[in-house]
């Protein structure tokens, strides 16, 4: 069965610092592997990891796949308070159209004045 | 981005009644719909999978006959909870992908409270 882990589970900065989240996984055939940012209601896609494409920046969010590691970095410089949020890291196989995302238990990221 | 609109945001119903959600994409036909369950403080439950035209695969755990989902189309999918019991309060998220591999997008989620 596919496997998520995040790591912190929780976190506290003050605005301006750089934080570093982490996801590790376990998957058959992996496919890709996805960040999104959850604040009160339903996720927004930030980033999309294949084989491909191991790295990817945005702004002060970036993230980077180790595959050889089966891990992911989320890295956010210069944190504002709008980045408190839910974290969450996924993956997905590939196993066809029935591929389905596994999520991690998420972190949740605080940003004080 | 793409577009999923998910709705009601929130429902209110007694217990024992029945309460639809609905999952459409707006700006994209989606071939596969997740229907996703998320406690206070936790992270995304998977409860089933449903491609167009074809049954729902649901995840281990869930009763089929309780959470009864249809994907009549390309852009719509609903989620009808059964016979709701107070145990059936929570978040329900729903995601769109267009295809296998694609980036899969969120509806805004119903909080449904059963009284």
């Known amino acids: 069965e596919d496997k998520v882990v995040q790591s912190p589970l929780s976190l506290v900065v003050h605005e301006g610092d750089t934080v570093t989240l982490n996801c590790s996984y376990e998957v058959t055939n992996f496919r890709s592997l996805l960040w999104y940012k959850q604040e009160k209601k339903a996720p927004t896609f930030l980033f999309m990891l294949?084989?491909?494409?191991i790295e990817k920046k945005s702004g002060r969010l970036s993230s980077i796949l180790d595959k050889k590691e089966l891990s992911s970095i989320l890295n956010i410089t210069a944190t504002q308070t709008g980045d408190s949020a839910i974290y969450l890291c996924a993956v997905e196989p590939n196993t066809g159209t029935a591929s389905k995302l596994t999520f991690g238990t998420g972190t949740r990221l605080q940003v004080t004045l | 981005g793409a577009v999923v609109s998910q709705h009601p945001s929130r429902v209110i119903c007694k217990s024992g009644t029945s309460v639809k959600i609905e999952c459409r994409s707006l700006d994209f036909q989606a071939t596969t719909m997740f229907w996703y369950r998320q406690f206070p403080k936790q992270s995304l439950m998977l409860m089933a999978t449903s491609n167009e035209g074809s049954k729902a695969t649901y995840e281990q755990g869930v009763e089929k006959d309780k959470f009864l989902i249809n994907h009549a189309s390309l852009t719509l999918s609903t989620l009808t909870v059964t016979s709701a019991h107070p145990e059936d309060s929570s978040f329900y998220i729903c995601?769109?992908?267009?295809?296998?591999?694609?980036?899969?997008?969120f509806g805004q989620g119903t909080r449904l409270t059963v009284v």
């Open positions: 294949t084989s491909s494409g």
């Open positions: 995601s769109a992908r267009a295809v296998a591999g694609g980036k899969a997008f």
